[in-house]
């Protein structure tokens, strides 16, 4: 038996579409064309209530941050670091005759190699401003590798302050003839003085290892041009000295000549820097007792624990310059 289904009639019919509709009033082409919007406005409710929460925790944890002791400077950026005067890369155009091979033979060296050409060597040179054409101190460096620049930027702080400009030879490694490098730490001091006055009283060398070694084989030969040095882990003498370091029996044979100028070279002022584990503690340390034997009238030994076969720290180099430039 069928069932009898009321048949639809104009009021039941959607004048759109010409379709029955149901009891919402609406056909199904009708319903399709709502439903996209009711479920946008449905995902619109749910993000709305779910976003408020969310809203009002990172306001409270902004607020907290806020109250937090130092919040301030740690979310106030530094200031920039202000700008420094650039290393100048110099290039030598002739040599310094007080640096030539003969002058260095003269002087009293004997291990002295050939003269080399000008053109092939090259400084870096870094100055404070220089105030009215006032003199600057100068301190040359010799490394033990290939580079004249400063090993450390904190140094040239420490330098500016003091009104002393740096220069350092480059290719002066270890393993360059010793006279190569005694004539570009005098080369040095006459390319600075070309480009600014140089106080006399106020030069001085340093260098590292084998270039600290370097540094004091110039300050012998040239007393009267350098004023004293800070040598940092390194030192060789003119005569055999006792390695009591080294066990008994020992001996640190000698690596230089005596200078024809010994007695000036004793008056000037020399600082050993070394550490409780640079591997040339020993050497230096059984030196320093020679140095003072021998007549050496300012000599100051700083043995810094922790440290190692390295430069060192700024505070370290300051008082060296300091001690340097003591009256």
């Given amino acids: 038996m069928g069932t009898n289904w009321p048949q639809p009639t104009e ?4 004048r759109q579409h010409d379709l029955a509709v149901g009891p919402d009033g609406q056909c199904v082409l009708c319903r399709k064309s709502v439903r996209p919007a009711a479920r946008a406005a449905g995902l619109s409710r749910l993000l709305l209530w779910l976003g408020i929460p969310v809203l009002g925790v990172g306001i409270w944890v902004a607020l907290s941050a806020a109250k937090k002791p130092g919040a301030d400077a740690a979310m106030t950026p530094a200031p920039p670091l202000k700008a420094s005067p650039r290393a100048l890369h110099l290039e030598l155009a002739t040599r310094d005759p007080r640096g030539l091979a003969a002058e260095q033979r003269r002087r009293g060296a004997t291990d ?6 000008p053109q092939q060597q090259s400084f870096e040179l870094l100055a404070p401003p220089s105030a009215n054409g006032q003199a600057l101190g100068l301190l040359v ?26 220069i350092g030879p480059n290719h002066v490694e270890n393993g360059q003839p010793s006279s190569t490098r005694v004539g570009l730490a005098v080369d ?3 390319l600075a003085a070309q480009r600014f006055s140089v ?6 060398l340093s260098g590292f290892s084998g270039g600290a070694k370097a540094a004091f084989r110039t300050l012998l030969l040239y007393p009267e041009l350098f004023r004293g040095a800070i040598l940092n882990c390194g030192l060789d003498y003119f005569r055999d000295v006792p390695a009591r370091s080294a066990g008994e029996g020992k001996v640190w044979f000698k690596r230089l000549s005596a200078p024809r100028d010994l007695e000036l070279a004793k008056s000037r002022r020399l600082y050993v820097i070394t550490g409780s584990d640079d591997m040339n503690r020993g ?9 003072l034997e021998d007549g050496f009238q300012n000599v100051e030994v700083a043995l810094l624990p922790g440290m190692a076969h390295q430069t060192p720290a700024s505070a370290d180099f300051a008082r060296a310059l300091d001690w340097l430039e003591r009256r």
Avoid: K
């Fill in 112 to 117: 002295v190699d050939l003269d080399y050409a």
């Fill in 188 to 190: 040095a001091v006459a």
């Fill in 199 to 204: 106080d006399p009283e106020r030069v001085f």
């Fill in 141 to 166: 460096w010799l490394s033990a590798n290939a580079s004249g620049a400063l090993p450390d930027a904190e140094w040239q702080r420490v330098l500016f302050e003091r009104r002393l400009a740096w």
């Fill in 283 to 291: 050497q230096i340390m059984d030196i320093h007792p020679a140095l």
């Fill in 11 to 14: 009021s039941t019919r959607c």
